[in-house]
């Protein structure tokens, strides 16, 4: 079965500090690949997705994510990180349809 | 973008009696919703696919009688966890399809005593 792997579990930086949370997809086939935030007390949002083309993806709020087959990767980057960065991250995939599979997250803080 | 909403967004039921959760999605059509279940620092698992006009399909080890699904129309997916234990204590979180982009509900944090 497909699943997702994610590093880091918990990340705490410093604003302007670059951030990379690593993560990792196990399924070998065509696969679709999502990075979602959670910010306290709200839904989850979608910050960037891969399907297929260039395997740098940019998303919102100056994220991108580069899919890098040969190492089954999809992390996640930003170069500058800000105290509204404040987060809960997941790595989800998905092969068909879009039921997806989770990573466990990683709890990103960002001090001031 | 579009929006899924849940409801009740958090609830407090005794143990043995049945909670009912509600996904809809307020400005799209969703032939097809999901319903997933976070515990405590974990990640969030598929329970189940909800079909409109037709039966959920189940993961593997998610009782279906215990979790029962119902979506009766293209904007309304219901889950309902008959005989509720401390052990169903969890967050349920629902999503629904538009646009190549799954969007999700607010979640629904569910406390069994």
């Known amino acids: 079965a497909q699943s997702v792997s994610q590093h880091n579990h918990h990340v705490i930086l410093s604003e302007a500090a670059s951030l990379e949370l690593g993560c990792n997809y196990s399924y070998g086939g065509t696969v679709n690949l999502f990075w979602y935030v959670q910010y306290p007390g709200q839904h989850l949002q979608l910050l960037l997705k891969?399907?297929?083309?260039?395997?740098l993806v940019k998303g919102i709020k100056g994220f991108e994510a580069e899919f890098i087959k040969s190492k089954f990767s999809f992390n996640l980057r930003k170069p500058s990180v800000q105290w509204s960065d404040t987060a809960e991250y997941f790595c989800?995939?998905?092969?068909?349809?879009?039921?997806?599979?989770f990573g466990k997250g990683t709890s990103l803080l960002v001090t001031p | 973008g579009a929006v899924v909403s849940q409801h009740p967004s958090w609830v407090i039921c005794k143990s043995g009696t049945s909670v009912k959760i509600e996904c809809r999605s307020l400005d799209f059509q969703a032939t097809t919703m999901f319903w997933y279940r976070q515990f405590p620092k974990q990640s969030l698992m598929l329970m189940a696919t909800?079909?409109?006009?037709?039966?959920?399909?189940?993961e593997q080890g998610v009782e279906k009688d215990k979790f029962l699904i119902n979506h009766a129309s293209l904007t309304l997916s219901t889950l309902t966890v008959t005989s509720a234990h401390p052990e169903d204590s969890s967050f349920y979180i629902c999503?629904?399809?538009?646009?190549?982009?799954?969007?999700f509900g607010q979640g629904t944090r569910l406390t069994v005593v």
């Open positions: 891969y399907f297929s083309g260039d395997p």
């Open positions: 999503s629904a399809s538009y646009s190549a982009e799954a969007f």
């Open positions: 909800s079909n409109e006009g037709s039966k959920a399909t189940y």
């Open positions: 989800a995939s998905a092969n068909s349809g879009y039921a997806l599979n």
